[in-house]
């Protein structure tokens, strides 16, 4: 059986020591977000997804979801009393404003939250998770009216959220979209179309669904210009916030998929359903940006947290099976065989895995504060400079951490030979799982494009710029200091090789875009790559400190980690920028037939 | 619905033009292969795999196999007709000596038959691919008696064969296995035990299943020395071949798996069952080898094989799905949309996995093509510098192959974006299925340990040095060659990486082996990329002629592919060089509980 901990004591560290979090008493709700608050919302929400979401993990891939002939879906057994301690818990409003019900805290400890969330339970964290993109959307673009009568009920968890784009012709290309809204006179709309994909369409969760939904008012332009956003309730709400009639959309079948199986994946039929425009017609995916974005963090987060539950599980198999010696000489010669962790290639993998989610977890917490800045500071220029950073990092942080992720998960399981590939060791399942996370919220092809045609180039690179000079300070104010070294002598490098590469793109890729987009998934995992190396030397140079302060192995740990990710990962910096200037040209050959 | 096309017409350009297969009639069983011969055997073979096998592939992933509670196994529907027809077809004995009732066709034959069975349904191609493997072990180490007795009835299918190694405990570190061999009296013994993960255990497809089975005789030294190898037929042969009573074997209970839902994967259990030796005692692992070494080949060829599939259907969705427009402007202006395979990240992953395939095709079948010299020519010096060649490939073509294999499955299924993921589309299958070949017959990182400890030092390294000056050689013949420029100068890189892996290692891990260790998987890969780009400087040659002679697209594309490995995939031996002169000093530098 399969077990979780949630790394409690490495985010307090990221948060205190290597990003400063609690120097940031101006943002509002940081005040009150003292260390001991902070601390004491850590390990409630590590016991919640150790004992809770956990233990339902397995079980719920085995069982799936069930829809009944009335359309109605049956979650696994166990996930509504976990879903009713989730809710009553006051995890769904943990940093939604207090006005609308929620406890106002940072969205960076909501982010610290997601990943025990989604490391414990995958399938089980997108119900919530969902219901925070959609509040997310309707508090930056809802009415006031909308969001009294939407928000408080949603902070509770009586009603959960979907975001509905997907049809069967039309995914990433959303200006196909074909769902139909026709105006009933009275301000609201009927909407008729089939959407795909709907996670967390149908389910017995909550008593109602709050369907955020993309669709084309009649007569609108073609193409992206011409869809609006609605709120869509699958039951219809009274004004005074009591339910009404069942609205006219309806879970049509369930997808047979790979992973997530407790997460009912919904085909969603609009059958002339009654929906209310959420911001301006035409603008709607603009107001689903919001939701996009936030949800494009909260699937990298996925990624890393089925990293690090595929890690601690392979790391336990390692410290338990004995099979073998060690290259040196038994180390356990009263046994009839050595623990494998004392093979090289063992170790080997679990550095790999360790030294990438331990930087990964700082970058994805620094990120989290730049959303925190730019919601919350009075500061333009720092909301502006953190519109900036999360615009360039996002779909790194999704793309990067989702491909890792898998990536992570499948040397995990390889750890446990042919226990791995049997589905009650639990491995496939993590594997299964996070398969899902490089696919949608825009497949990580899509990321990479958006990171190299649209976030790198905006406002003449001005975010890159930021970055790079970021990263150029902080070698400048430690390149002297010998003990960094090993930390920033390898990070050069790997900049000089983001910097090669942003430069080799301005220079070929505006008269040939083909060259970008050749390009593009390098580009971003080489601009990842360098993210993570940063964020190495930050916790290097904190762990430093503390070590001065009160010696420990904790602190020689993440040291050797870091010189691992600096000796043996960076470096693939260099690779890829080797692809990307190798241009479009053998790539875009072949004529369409020859494939 | 996936579907499959055997390849043969490169598979026939390989062999031909590239290999120089028909100048090998030295060899025995060569003269008979004659092209036509080898073309006829080829086309059957492809619709054996496009018609018969590659229509139930699917159905036994959902169908999976059932144990009934007298421990009888039910394979999918569908798989005993098929069984049937590959059977009949005399598909089992191509390359079995004529004197069992074989055709005593070359293996390389076979093994581009094993690439197709592979793609078209691996769950169903590891039935007979391990009756082949038994076969072998019984040819080259059974008595005249047994081999009487066995082969002829395996050759013609009526009767199965499984390799039975691992047990709960043990799995690489065959030294701790347990089941016990007590002798009859009768030169029989009785075989007692637990065997685990044994796949093709028990099944109704033959009427009789040939279980080779390493056990330890009572009284024989501990560890790897005291275990010998028994054939335990399921059901008692008598002297003149008919069937007798059941032995004491049977199927315990079936395992849950990731993929291969076709194959029974069986808990089996030994008690008093009557077994023969097979070879001599407390030589088994020496006998078993042979098999493992066939089996381990087989493996690699299953990684390209769902490679292949796994392509072929992704590049089909990549044609006939519309979505968004080409970076250079539209380029199917009549349509809403374009076909995706306009967009170059589309491209990168279509080509990164068909510059793999194409190689990998190349490698295994000159891999397979040394087996045939080392078993049927009649020169011993020949034969040496082929069982050197074996010895050094076997590991490399089992590891690289299969994590690339299973990395390309992956690639392709994230083509298809959401539908991917769904089961239906059959891509989910390809990548479950092709995980399970990282792991069998030694996982991958037991490959690395293999080549890195025992192969790349045997006889001083003769092995390596012999490849290396081989490919030095090609480049010293065509580095004069504009034409063959873009292939011989990458090609020359990676040998010197490749190169200065090898001087390291000399170096530094004699003294410290975990250095050898730490940097183990990452030399295997330096080598299958070495190796790959050797076979693609090959197949550059030879198209560039048959280019000459008659021009075609066709060559245009294999030269382009060639193009796309040399400037994006090759490169990747530096950094694979990198990371193994890091050393193991940060790999192995945590305590065991800090993990």
């Known amino acids: 059986m399969p077990q979780y901990r949630a790394p409690v004591e490495d985010t307090l560290f990221l948060l205190t020591d290597v990003l400063g979090f609690h120097a940031r008493d101006n943002l509002a709700g940081f005040a009150d977000a003292s260390p001991d608050v902070i601390e004491a919302v850590l390990r409630e929400g590590a016991k919640l997804a150790e004992e809770v979401l956990a233990p ?40 939604v404003p207090e006005a609308y019900g929620g406890q106002g805290l940072p969205h960076t400890l909501n982010t ?44 509770e968890g009586a009603w959960t959220g979907t975001m509905n784009l997907t049809e069967p012709h039309c995914g990433t290309d959303l200006g196909l979209l074909k769902t139909k809204a026709v105006p009933n006179g009275d301000g609201a709309y009927s909407i008729t179309g089939t959407k795909i994909f709907i996670s967390a369409g149908e389910h017995d969760l909550a008593e109602n669904i709050v369907h955020l939904v993309l669709a084309r ?12 956003l609605f709120v869509v309730p699958k039951v219809l709400v009274n004004a005074d916030g009591t339910l009404g009639a069942r609205n006219g959309v309806s ?11 407790g997460n009912a994946t919904c085909v969603m039929n609009y059958d002339g359903a009654t929906g209310w425009l959420v911001g301006q017609e035409n603008r709607g995916l603009n107001a689903m940006f919001v939701m996009m974005n936030e949800a494009r963090l909260a699937v990298g987060v996925q990624g890393l947290g089925q990293s690090e539950v595929a890690y601690q599980n392979a790391a336990a198999y390692a410290k338990d099976r004995l099979q073998g010696r060690a290259l040196t000489g038994a180390k356990a ?22 030294a990438f989610n331990e930087a990964a977890r700082a970058l994805m917490l620094w990120t989290a504060l730049q959303a925190d800045i730019l919601h919350r500071s009075e500061d333009a220029r720092e909301r502006q400079a953190a519109d900036d950073y999360l615009g360039l990092m996002t779909p790194v942080v999704k793309g990067v951490f989702t491909d890792r992720g898998f990536a992570n998960a499948v040397e995990a399981q390889q750890l446990l030979g042919g226990h791995g590939y049997i589905e009650e060791w639990g491995m496939s399942q993590f594997v299964r799982d996070a398969r899902i996370a490089m696919i949608y919220e825009g497949a990580n092809g899509i990321q990479a494009m ?24 902080f070698l400048k104010d430690h390149g002297e200091d010998p003990a960094m070294a090993p930390f920033t002598q390898p990070l050069q490098a790997g900049l000089n090789d983001l910097q090669g590469a942003v430069m080799w793109l301005m220079q070929n890729a505006f008269a040939k875009p083909d060259n970008a987009g050749a390009g593009a998934t390098d580009f971003m995992h080489l601009f990842g790559l360098v993210a993570l190396g940063y964020m190495w030397a930050r916790i290097a140079k904190a762990a430093q400190a503390k070590h001065a302060e009160a010696p420990s192995p904790r602190w020689e740990s993440k040291l050797t980690s ?34």
Not at 71 to 79: K, S, Y
Not at 122 to 140: D, E, K, N, S
């Open 251 to 261: 879970c049509g079948s369930l997808e047979h998929k790979m992973g997530i199986h």
């Open 450 to 473: 958006d990171l190299i045609g649209r976030k790198l180039p905006k406002d003449g690179g001005r975010a890159m710029m930021t970055f790079l000079g970021e990263v150029q300070t």
């Open 217 to 228: 008012i009649e007569g609108a332009p073609a193409g992206t210009k011409g869809i609006s």
């Open 333 to 354: 010669p009263d046994k009839a065989a050595d623990p494998i962790i004392v093979h090289p290639d063992v170790r080997r993998t679990l550095m790999q895995i360790r």
């Open 56 to 95: 339902i993990n397995r079980t719920g891939d085995l069982e799936g979801c069930r829809r009944d002939a009335d359309g109605t879906v049956r979650t696994p057994t166990g996930f509504k009393a976990a879903y009713d301690t989730y809710a009553s818990g006051g995890w769904m409003g943990l940093s």
């Open 562 to 595: 870091g010189r691992f990710y600096m000796e043996r990962m960076l470096p693939e910096t260099a690779l890829r920028l080797a692809r990307i200037k190798a241009g479009a040209d053998s790539t875009m050959a072949l004529a369409a037939d020859a494939f």
């Open 112 to 155: 610290a939250i997601q990943e025990f969330a989604s490391g414990a339970n995958l399938a089980f964290g997108m119900y919530p998770g969902l219901t925070q993109g959609a509040m997310a959307a309707l508090l930056v673009h809802g009415t006031e009216e909308q969001k009294a009568l939407y928000l408080p009920r949603m902070v």
